[in-house]
């Protein structure tokens, strides 16, 4: 066994200790799963709340695959705030690597540390500097370490390079980390695990495999104007009515970026900043900036939308 870990074995209480139980799940069945989720401000969708359900219940890494700004992030937010659970994100990016998603050494603390001890042997010195105190857990050892009740967000998975998803796999797999000089943390609590994608690449079979899969779309107008009552309660509900059709006829129109949730939600706040009480075609013009995104969208969207006819 390493030397290391019999000098200071409280480091990694939970080395080499297999999780005992299953977690007490946190929902007790799909529709508490749909009301508590509303209560912090998220509205889930039956299919989102199933898939939600599913993977607390079989303890699988929810894997949520859709366009940006219909809700992925903010679920994962949603499901700790409704576990009471700390959230631990990994925010994916192009070059992400193991010391920034697993853990690193603090190289200048352990500098200081090794020119401080000048008379020590270099044994001595690195069976020190090789220890907790100079350990820097990042996202995916943080998620598995401890007691507290964890969700962990992996997000914009799609956006790191493809290595990163071995790395993944294999905690994902084992709820374990090796730091070879210290030995191996096994979770004793698993977190609740999102990973988020829009699917700029294809995520691996075998990452695929190892979760449950919900795809969110955007919403319907019912649930969109449910959303847009929630977030912009001010709003009338004939200009509810309105913003989530205009934006519904916008998604039907070949645009170089659709409208989101996250969109509707700001358009909603404009007109009620406005003071506006019916989305007639100035108003609309006025404020089109704030739903597309490119010029060419916006002209093309001003000559096409025709509001008489929604
Ligand atoms: N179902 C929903 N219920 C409540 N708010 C939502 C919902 N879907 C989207 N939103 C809102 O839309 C915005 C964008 O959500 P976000 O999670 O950042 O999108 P994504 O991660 O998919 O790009 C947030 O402000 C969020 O509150
Ligand atoms: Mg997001």
Redesign the pocket.
């Known amino acids: 066994m390493n030397k290391r870990l019999d000098r200071k074995p409280d480091l990694f209480p939970h080395t080499f200790h297999e999780p005992d139980q299953p977690e007490a799940p946190l929902f007790t069945s799909v529709d508490d799963v749909s009301a508590r989720l509303a209560e912090t401000?998220?509205?889930?969708s039956p299919a989102v709340a199933t898939t939600v359900f599913l993977a607390d219940r079989l303890g699988k890494p929810l894997l949520v695959e859709?366009p940006?700004?219909?809700?992925?992030?903010?679920?994962a937010k949603a499901v700790a705030e409704v576990a009471g659970a700390r959230l631990v994100r990994l925010q994916c990016y192009e070059g992400v690597d193991e010391s920034r998603a697993l853990y690193e050494w603090n190289h200048a603390k352990q500098l200081l540390r090794i020119s401080a001890g000048r008379d020590e042997t270099w044994d001595e010195a690195r069976t020190d500097i090789f220890s907790e105190e100079f350990l820097l857990p990042r996202p995916l050892l943080t998620a598995i370490r401890g007691d507290d009740p964890k969700v962990l967000l992996i997000d914009e998975t799609d956006k790191a390079d493809v290595e990163v998803e071995g790395l993944l796999l294999e905690v994902l797999s084992d709820f374990q980390v090796t730091v070879p000089e210290l030995g191996t943390v096994t979770a004793t609590r698993r977190p609740f695990v999102v990973l988020?994608s829009n699917a700029s690449r294809e995520l691996s079979e075998a990452l695929r495999r190892r979760c449950l899969f919900l795809h969110i779309g955007f919403?319907d107008e019912e649930l969109e104007r449910r959303?847009v009552r929630?977030?912009v309660p001010g709003l009338t509900e004939a200009l509810t009515e309105s913003v989530v059709r205009v934006v519904g006829a916008l998604r039907a129109m070949d645009l170089r970026k659709v409208p989101s949730?996250?969109e509707t939600?700001d358009w909603a706040r404009t007109l009620l900043a406005l003071g506006a009480d019916t989305l007639d075609e100035q108003v609309v013009r006025d404020s089109l900036g704030v739903i597309l995104k490119h010029q060419d969208d916006i002209q093309k969207a001003a000559a096409k939308l025709d509001l008489d006819a929604l």
């Open positions: 401000g998220y509205l889930a859709g940006a700004g219909v809700g992925k992030t903010e679920l988020t919403p959303i929630l977030k949730v996250a939600i």
